[in-house]
Each structure stands twice: as C-alpha cells, then as structure tokens.
C-alpha cells in the first residue's frame, strides 16, 4: 500500500505495508507508480517525498511473493517498479528520500534514485540481494556507482553488508543526516527549499542531470535546448524582475 498525503506543495508517498517491514510486493509496485506518475502530472505538487511507515523506510523486495516465479512472471513484476524509477529518475519533480530505520535491498535502491537522501541517525543501507541469490533490481546498478563511485558499489553489492547513516553519508549514499525518528521532518524542509524554486528550471535541472555521464557536447547541446526555452517562460521573467527588484520571486510553473 501506498499512501499520499499533501503539505503544501509537497506530496508524501509513504510506502505503507509496517507489519511487513514495508515489503514491496507487486501491487505495492503498481501503486508507486500510479503515485509518483500522478504527483509528477500535478502541477501543484512541486516536491515528493518518499518514505516509510512504521519507522522503517523498506526491507526490500517481497521475498514470499517470489515463489515459482517464471521469467515472463519476474519480467512483469519488474515492470511497473521500472517504470516508477524511471519516473523518479527522469520526472521534473524533485524526490527527497526520508530513511528511517533499514533500507534495504530494493529499499536501497528507491532511496539511491531519489534526488536527496536525508538518513535518520540510526539508518542503516544493505545492498542484501546477494542474500537471497538475487542480482540487484531497481537501478541500483546505475544509481549505486553514480552515487558513491563504483568500487565502493562493488563493496556493498559484492559483500552485503550494513552501511550504517554516518558512513552512507561520507561516501555520499545520503546525502543529509537528521536525528533519529527526525528523517522525514528534515525530508520536509529540504522539500520546501526545491518546491520554492522555479518548476520549470528544476525540471530541465532534472532532465540534464541524467545526461551527466555522456559527452560533454551532448551536454552542452543539451544546455542550449533547455535554456533557449527557459529563457521564454513566464518563470523566467518573474525571477530576472524579482532579481532586480530585490524581492523574493513567486513562480507559476509557465
């Protein structure tokens, strides 16, 4: 179970299955997709956060759910949880993680794709697929090596062990830290600092930022597509105005 809940221009995606140590079976997948889809399309909505009930952010992967799996059967599974990372990933809406407790396996992964993890002190990360024979899913393969570098991926997804905040923070796995039981409070300032920005600049801020690892001329061709359409939105003149004017701007999202 997913569920969504508003504060101010923030939106909550909680992922809601405590008894279960918010295990995530396939409708919950299906779930996270339909949220995040539905929070992306919003244009109220100018922030997510994603977090976990019950003081726990997610074990992983909904290990009793997996018997007997054939392969056309792991491939639909994957599907609707492919398509929420590539939301989370590639939307022009920010994501801030809220971790308390254990992330881990697929857990692990949600919060690498976000865009700012904030850990609770007492957090721990464990890249813990290779305990159930299992390759890791959910980007973590694309999203881990970006994050921390790729030997220290290798070390957490080759070894399994438990990366407690105060390290997941030194390599750069979370990216803020908050006292224990205080993650989602501090998710929600750090949500309300991107939510006060132009949407549109932070979209196209997005979009290029998954274009870090190409060349740096489809980067730069990149930049002058994005820019050229920026600099004609209504955004835009509202902040260049406010700018001049030394007042805080008020951004619409056009």
Known sequence: MITATDHGPTRVLTIDRPEVRNAIDVPTRELLRDETRRAMDDPAVRAVVLTGAGGTFSAGGDVRSMEGARPEAVRARLAPLHEAVRLIATGGTPVVAAVEGVAAGLGVSLAAVCDHVVAA???????????????ADGGLLWTLPRRVGSGRA??????????????????????????????????????????????????AAKRMLTLADRSLDALLEAECEEQAALFGTADFAAGRAAFTDRRTPRFEGR
Not at 121 to 135: E, H, K, P, T
Not at 177 to 195: K, Q, V
Request: aromatic residues 4%.
């Open 121 to 135: 002190a007492d957090a721990r990360f464990v890249a813990s697929f290779g305990r159930v024979g299992l390759v």
């Open 154 to 203: 290798a070390d957490m997804l080759l070894f399994g062990r438990a990366v407690p905040a105060s390290r997941a923070h030194e390599i750069g796995l979370a990216d803020s830290l908050a006292p224990s039981g205080g993650a989602l409070e501090a998710a929600l300032e750090r949500a309300a600092e991107a939510a006060a920005l132009a949407p549109l600049a932070v979209a």
